[in-house]
Structures are given as C-alpha cells and as structure tokens.
C-alpha cells in the first residue's frame, strides 16, 4: 500500500473522530433549542467566546469517552508493530491483518506505537482526573473556607495559616517528594486521601441537615441513604489491598484505582485547595455583610444554613468561572507531572509523558510530540475560553 497524502491523513482522522461531531452536534441543537429553560448555562450560548471554549472542551471530553470505547482509536495504544518505529504520519503497516487499521494517521513513535491512539487515550486520562481533581478540590476549599470567611478570627487566622503555608510550598518539589517511592511506601499518600475525600461526605452531609433541619421525619433517612452510599464509594477510594490503607475486603470494593493515579489525584488535590479556600473565605467575608444574609440571621436561621444556602449560592458565579479555569490549571500540571515522569506509569499515554516521549527526538521527528501537545493547548484553550463566556454571562445577572 502506498503511504496517505496529506488530505487524506486529514480526512481519515475527520472521519475517526465520526462519533464526536455527531455527539457535538446533538448537544448544540438541544442545548440551543432550550438554553432559555437552562440557566447560566443556556446563557452560555449567547456568547461566541462561551461557544467556542465550550464546543473545544466537549470535543475534548468526547474523545475521551469515546476513546475509552474503542470508538475512535485505530490501533492498541500500547502495541508495538515491527517496522513502525518512528514512521511519519500516513505510513502503512508492513503486513496488516484482516481487521486491523492499515495505517498510522499520525505516524509512530520511538517505540512503534501509534501516535494518533495515544493521543486519544490520553484525553480520557485528563478527562478522569482532571475535573474530578478540581471537584475534589472545591469541597475542601468550600468546606474550610466558608466557615473562615464567616466566622473569622481564630478559626480564620488558623486555617489561612496552613493556606498560606501549604501555597510557599514549591509545586514541584511537593510532587517530587510525594511520588518518591520511599514516601509512598510510607503510606502518605494513602494517608492524605484518607483525609482529603472525607471533605465531600462532610459537605453533603452539612448541606442536606442544613437545609431539611426542620423536617426531621424527612432528614434522618435521607442522611442515612445519601451518607451511607458516600462512605461506602469513600472506603472503596481510600482502600486498596496491599497498601497502608485496606478496609473493605475486595467484594465491596468497587474502584480499582492504580497506585500512580492515586498519588497524582492526591497531589493535584492537595494543592489546589489552599488556593480554593482563600477564594471562598474572600466571598464569603465580602457576602456575609449584605442585607439578605441579615434578613436571614433575624430570621434565626443557623450559620451553616446561611453560608451554605445564601452565601454560597450567590458566589456562584466566581467559583464556575475558577472551576473551569482550574480544571486548565489541572490540566496543564498532569501534563507537566507526565513530563517529568512522575506518578503515572511510564507507558501511560497521557499527552505529557507522550510530549516527553516525543521530546527525546524532536530535531529529526516532530510528529510525536506535536499531536498531544497540541491536544493539551487546545483544551486549555478552551477551558480558559469558556471561563470567559462564563465570567461575561455572570455579570449580567
């Protein structure tokens, strides 16, 4: 077979991504059909920006879903094909079975993987833990921060304290110390989660009491119910048998969450937080000083009824706009953490250990490196684009 020109690389990878367009498609006219129905969301689509940031983290986030299906990909991102090594994009393979994908769209890499499956893969790498990491981040930040902000003093001054300290901290040296085996065979990452995941359970908890305090027919089983199903997805996060930290037995236990992703997960969470926090504890010292939250203390409404149900929803709109722009934070530290090999392992086909693959050999072949960096720029583009449209909609409330 004769190698692919360049238009019909292009078309063949147009075609491979057949699922997403359709996805995309789909979302834009029922989002656009109904986005008066839909809040700041369907306000969204009144800004070009907004759109556009939008349809690149869909396109994204797609890919990823349906990559991990095996919707897009064209080969094993992790087989190795003899004669592949290096390959520029549009190479035939030497001898292609029945069924298998005659070409490499994107080339091979110095190992004869295919280029173009592990760039998709490893969106559905960021689609994982990148926004999770943010959520994750956000109950603690929200969870520390609304009581520092509402209450002050002491309280306030201790937890800006290990804010404050935590964020002197060099980012990278944190990571190189909480990846370095001898640390994890102590368990602190372990540990850490132990700790940092309990943040959500906590949030709910307080959330649904606040607000059904006065309904105790209603509230005590719905605690039990709600809480019961967030321990038992908590035990199942934090323990893992063989590790520092093993609880539930393996029958029960329903993630199997790889010790490198979890140290990564750990990290991203841990210090994302402190930056979380100080945003919230500002919102809320700026908020609890209107009238409404007032009106609401005259009424005796409780304090974490007010900060939960009338501070926080309105900073609403600052804390989307951070969420999206630090899931882009987030983003770009996996993908400066897999440069530098660090917490996933050294096959994963994240986009920052596959630039850091392709990096080795970058004066006589770019086109390993080019694909996931690429990929990385354009979702962080995105991300930051739609914090844009968000912030622009916000305003207008």
Request: net charge neutral; aromatic share 12%.
């Amino acid at each position: 077979m004769e190698p692919l020109t360049t238009v019909e690389i292009i078309t063949r990878v147009i075609y491979q991504f057949t699922s997403v367009w359709i996805a995309l498609i789909v979302l834009f006219a029922v989002s656009i059909a109904f986005k008066r129905r839909l809040g700041l969301y369907g306000k969204l689509f009144d800004s070009p920006i907004g759109m556009i940031g939008f349809g690149l983290v869909m396109f994204w986030v797609f890919t990823g879903v349906f990559g991990a299906l095996d919707l897009i990909v064209t080969h094993d991102p992790l087989a190795q094909i003899s004669g592949m090594k290096n390959k520029v994009p549009g190479t035939p393979l030497p001898s292609a079975e029945d069924g298998q994908y005659a070409w490499y769209l994107l080339g091979g890499d110095n190992l004869a993987r295919d280029v173009f499956s592990r760039m998709v893969k490893g969106a559905w790498v960021v689609v994982q833990i990148a926004p999770l990491a943010t959520l994750f981040a956000f109950m603690v930040g929200i969870t520390l921060g609304l009581p520092a902000g509402y209450y002050g003093g002491r309280l306030d001054t201790f937890l800006s304290f290990l804010a404050n300290l935590i964020l002197a901290f060099p980012v990278i040296l944190l990571f190189y110390l909480l990846v370095t085996p001898e640390i994890v065979a102590t368990g602190v990452p372990n540990y850490m989660a132990t700790v940092l995941f309990v943040f959500p359970i906590v949030f709910v908890g307080v959330l649904l009491n606040s607000r059904y305090y006065t309904q105790p027919t209603f509230r005590t089983p719905l605690l039990i119910v709600v809480l019961g199903v967030m321990l038992w997805l908590y035990l199942s996060l934090i323990s893992e048998v063989g590790s520092a930290v093993s609880i539930l037995p393996g029958v029960l236990d329903i993630f199997d969450i790889p010790g490198g992703i979890l140290v990564v997960f750990v990290s991203v969470v841990f210090v994302n937080s402190p930056t979380v926090f100080r945003i919230v504890r500002g919102l809320a010292m700026d908020i609890k000083t209107r009238d409404y939250v007032a009106a609401a203390q005259t009424r005796g409404e409780g304090p974490w009824y007010i900060m939960l149900w009338e501070i926080l929803p309105n900073a609403r709109g600052p804390l989307i706009v951070d969420f999206c722009l630090r899931i882009g934070y987030t983003t770009i530290l996996l993908g400066t953490l897999g440069f530098f090999g660090l917490g996933l392992p050294p096959e994963s086909p994240d986009w920052g250990s596959t630039i850091n693959e392709g990096r080795k050999l970058l004066s006589i072949y770019l086109h390993p490196a080019l694909p996931p960096a690429f990929a990385l720029l354009s979702l962080v583009l995105g991300l930051n684009l739609l914090a844009d449209g968000l912030r622009e909609e916000s305003l207008k409330d």
